[in-house]
Antibody
Framework: QVQLQESGPGLVKPSQTLSLTCNVS??????????WTWIRQSAGKGLEWIGR???????NYNPSLGGRVTISSDSSKNQFSLKLTSVTAADTAVYYC???????????WGQGTLVTVSS | IQVTQSPSSLSASVGDRVTITCRAG??????LNWYQQKPGEAPKLLIY???SLQGGVPSRFSGSGSATDFTLTINSVQPEDVATYYC?????????FGQGTKLEIK
């Protein structure tokens, strides 16, 4: 059974880069027809899809984030990562990593990690 | 694609039938999923493809609809169904979620 776990700093200063890693266990991120996905949830904007990386390496991002997002993967560590540059207080949220299935439903989700942007 | 959920909250008694609606700004070709999020937890997939029940989800949950109008129904609400429910369109990126419907028990 695939499980995902986010890790990274819980506090990031404005204008800096938010970096999170998702460790995947119970399955390989380099096998199968899956998208490894980042989603965030804030009180102000609800659930927001950030982007995804396919098993084959292609990526898609949410244009609303203005080109500040990069998602990458490391098959040797069975991890994928999120980088969000030039953060502001508006980027404060709980960040989830998740797997998107062939039917484009998201399952499972990691437990989520709160990232606060503040000086 | 904008998706609009209604109502934003509702209160039901144990055993009631509850209906939550999701309306999209364009035809989703049934690429519509439903999630349940309990307080302090990550969302959990309930329904995919508008009407397919995810494995392990109780059969009192069902999804219906097509094109732009979709419904999540909970038959015989149970106390453990207290949660916020979200729809999500996956017809085109960026995938978008509804604003959520908070279900409480009277």
């Amino acid at each position: 059974q695939v499980q995902l776990q986010e890790s990274g700093p819980g506090l990031v200063k404005p204008s800096q880069t938010l970096s999170l890693t998702c460790n995947v266990s119970g399955g390989s991120i380099s096998r199968g027809n899956y998208y490894w996905t980042w989603i965030r949830q804030s009180a102000g904007k609800g659930l927001e899809w950030i982007g995804r990386i396919h098993t084959g390496g292609s990526t898609n991002y949410n244009p609303s984030l203005g080109g500040r997002v990069t998602i990458s993967s490391d098959s040797s560590k069975n991890q994928f990562s999120l980088k969000l540059t030039s953060v502001t207080a508006a980027d404060t949220a709980v960040y989830y990593c998740a797997r998107t299935l062939f039917n484009l439903a998201v399952d499972p989700w990691g437990q989520g990690t709160l990232v606060t942007v503040s000086s | 694609i904008q998706v609009t959920q209604s109502p934003s909250s509702l209160s039901a008694s144990v055993g009631d039938r509850v209906t939550i609606t999701c309306r999209a700004g364009q035809n989703l070709n049934n690429y519509l999923n439903w999630y349940q999020q309990k307080p302090g937890e990550a969302p959990k997939l309930l329904i995919y493809g508008a009407s397919s029940l995810q494995g392990g989800v109780p059969s009192r949950f069902s999804g219906s609809g097509s094109a732009t109008d979709f419904t999540l129904t909970i038959n015989s609400v149970q106390p453990e169904d207290v949660a916020t429910y979200y729809c999500q369109q996956t017809y085109s990126t960026p995938y978008t979620f509804g604003q959520g419907t908070k279900l409480e028990i009277k």
